[in-house]
T-cell receptor
Framework: DSGVTQTPKHLITATGQRVTLRCSPR?????VYWYQQSLDQGLQFLIH???????AKGNILERFSAQQFPDLHSELNLSSLELGDSALYFC?????????????FGPGTRLTVL | TQLLEQSPQFLSIQEGENLTVYCNSS?????LQWYRQEPGEGPVLLVT?????EVKKLKRLTFQFGDARKDSSLHITAAQPGDTGLYLC????????????FGTGTSLTVIP
């Protein structure tokens, strides 16, 4: 158990819909990262938040948005869902968000878009 | 296009054999990390290398960061069935925050 929690574990929805994935970092960690993992694209970095502020962006689509709240939990919002958005979404946390920090990954949310 | 290419993509070996996994890029990274991922779970960090030419050992695993900080290798000595899993390298670029570029992955199966 990494100490990072993600809800829900599984999510099945239809194209065009909007969903929210939730992540609670390890106690004391200030940084949260979001990733998408699919069979054809592998593990793709989406975004990094540190203490409520966006710090780095990766391959995040405009239909996706994220935020980190004052209690440090984070949410990833996916809208206008397409079949290709079906994937495992991971959240990870680290204490400071410095280069070389150890990230601890959550168990992931499996999103299926029908 | 992946920034980091791993090879081989799949590897199936007998228990006791040695193996090397390569992680290559044309880009320079602040640091490089290696992870192992089990099916249905999140990746778990094995090591972080920061300095060009750095070598780190973790029991039977040896990690090396290239001199130019563009590539890395993972060598496993006397592989065991418990080493089976997906191995991922990740290049880290740091500016105001961390950007992680994960490799394509190497799926290792160690046969007893």
């Amino acid at each position: 158990d990494s100490g990072v929690t993600q809800t829900p574990k599984h999510l099945i929805t239809a194209t065009g819909q909007r969903v929210t994935l939730r992540c609670s970092p390890r106690s004391g960690d200030l940084s949260v990262y979001w990733y998408q993992q699919s069979l054809d694209q592998g593990l793709q970095f989406l975004i990094h938040y540190y203490n409520g502020e966006e710090r780095a962006k990766g391959n995040i689509l405009e239909r996706f948005s994220a935020q980190q709240f004052p209690d440090l939990h984070s949410e990833l919002n996916l809208s206008s869902l397409e079949l290709g958005d079906s994937a495992l979404y991971f959240c990870a946390s680290s204490d400071m968000g410095l280069a070389g920090d150890e990230q601890f990954f959550g168990p992931g949310t499996r999103l299926t878009v029908l | 296009t992946q920034l980091l290419e791993q090879s081989p993509q799949f590897l199936s070996i007998q228990e006791g054999e040695n193996l090397t996994v390569y992680c290559n890029s044309s880009s320079v990274f602040s640091s490089l990390q290696w992870y192992r991922q089990e099916p249905g779970e999140g990746p778990v960090l094995l090591v972080t290398v920061v300095t060009g030419g750095e070598v780190k050992k973790l029991k039977r695993l040896t990690f090396q960061f290239g001199d130019a900080r563009k590539d890395s290798s993972l060598h496993i000595t006397a592989a065991q069935p418990g080493d089976t899993g997906l191995y991922l390298c990740a290049g880290v670029k740091w500016h105001t925050g961390n950007q992680f570029y994960f490799g394509t992955g190497t799926s290792l199966t160690v046969i007893p």
